[in-house]
């Protein structure tokens, strides 16, 4: 089969590449990919701004059918519609795994990241990172579950957002505006959401229909002030940093209230980031890092989506087969794109 691989450390080096069919061991599951999405760490991939471990096959955010079990697989069938837990490689046996934390174990070595990934027409898994896709989900949707995972461990699980707090999401890529969805899901509002120019043509609109309250383009208005006026100049009870952008997150202590709190989730792509320190401090901010997402994360997001109170659909704005895979990092790149779908020629 062929998958898209990055070949190499630098940036650039991704092409498609021939490599052997994978057949499943004990315990794994042969997956046929139906769909995957790119991500805004493949894109961080392709920059070299990001860690991984080539050579490998690109791609963790997808859907598929099983098409192949080996031994001791019990729980799954085949022609099952699956989706991926993203954990490939931690240990099972550290205090972090124990706890259901894996997401986090010194060991991981994430799927197209540190393993073969899904941008190809089949991916091997462990059958213990695997969910069942709910029906009435297509598999298009089902592919944002990953990315749907990460708005849930940033939104919920870290920053605890309750219902009536006002939440301001600072970047209205894919995270972003999931974000945004399952803030809504869980009682905030207001809701503001900020972006920049690149923006304005596609991704601040799908804020403003997805129901976003408030919609800043930082080109045309000044968004402290923004913030100040819908929350009655406090700030805002939880601010959300989904862009990556070091400009916005030099503003996150003038956003956020008293005692809010402040949860960085977009990756930088550089090693340090200016931060007015001492504006949180006398903020009394809690500061947080969301990272990836946990077991508990998929089950709610896998929720949520069944429920309709997360849309993934609205996000898919491009498909293209995965020979053109090109185009499609092109313009998630350049922002033409919400969400951008590869899709193999096999695929069911
Ligand atoms: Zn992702
Ligand atoms: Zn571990």
Redesign the pocket.
């Known amino acids: 089969m062929r998958g898209v691989m990055k070949v190499g450390r630098g940036v650039g080096l991704v092409e498609l590449r021939e490599i052997p069919d994978p057949t499943p061991g004990p315990g794994q599951v042969l997956i046929r990919v139906s769909a995957a999405?790119i991500?805004?760490?493949?894109l961080h991939i392709y920059h070299d701004e990001h860690p991984y471990w080539p050579p490998l096959v690109l791609g963790?955010?997808f859907a598929g059918t099983i098409a192949a079990m080996g031994e001791e697989v019990k729980e799954y069938v085949l022609g099952d519609r699956v989706v991926s837990e993203?954990s490939t490689g931690s240990c099972g046996v550290c205090s972090l795994c124990q706890s259901g934390n894996r997401h986090i174990c010194a060991d991981k070595r994430a799927l197209g990241i540190g393993r073969d990934g899904a941008f190809a027409p089949y991916v091997l898994l462990p059958a213990a990172l695997l969910h069942r896709i709910p029906n009435g989900l297509t598999v298009q949707e089902a592919a944002l579950c990953?990315?749907t995972a990460?708005a849930v461990h940033a939104v919920v699980e870290r920053a605890r957002v309750q219902p009536g707090e006002s939440v301001v999401i600072l970047g209205p890529g894919p995270i972003g505006l999931l974000c945004l969805q399952v803030a809504r899901a869980s009682g905030a509002r207001p809701i503001v959401v900020s972006g920049t120019a690149a923006s304005g043509a596609i991704r601040l609109p799908a804020a403003r229909a997805l129901g976003a309250d408030v919609v800043v383009n930082i080109a045309e208005d000044n968004l402290v002030d923004q913030v100040m006026a819908v929350t009655d100049g406090l700030g805002a009870d939880v601010v959300i940093e989904a862009s990556g952008a070091p400009a916005a997150i030099a503003l996150l202590p003038r956003l956020v209230r008293r005692l809010g709190r402040i949860c960085q989730v977009g990756v930088v792509g550089r090693p340090t980031v200016d931060f007015p320190w001492d504006l949180a401090l006398f903020k009394g901010a809690e500061v947080q890092f969301s990272f990836s997402s946990r077991h508990t994360s998929w089950l709610t997001a896998l929720r949520l989506l069944a429920a309709r109170q997360v849309l993934a659909k609205p996000l898919l704005t491009v498909e293209v087969p995965l020979e053109r895979w090109h185009e499609a990092f092109e313009a998630q790149d350049r922002g033409r794109a919400v969400k951008a779908l590869l899709i193999p020629a096999d695929s069911g």
């Open positions: 999405a991500c805004g760490t493949d963790h955010e993203t990953e990315p990460i």
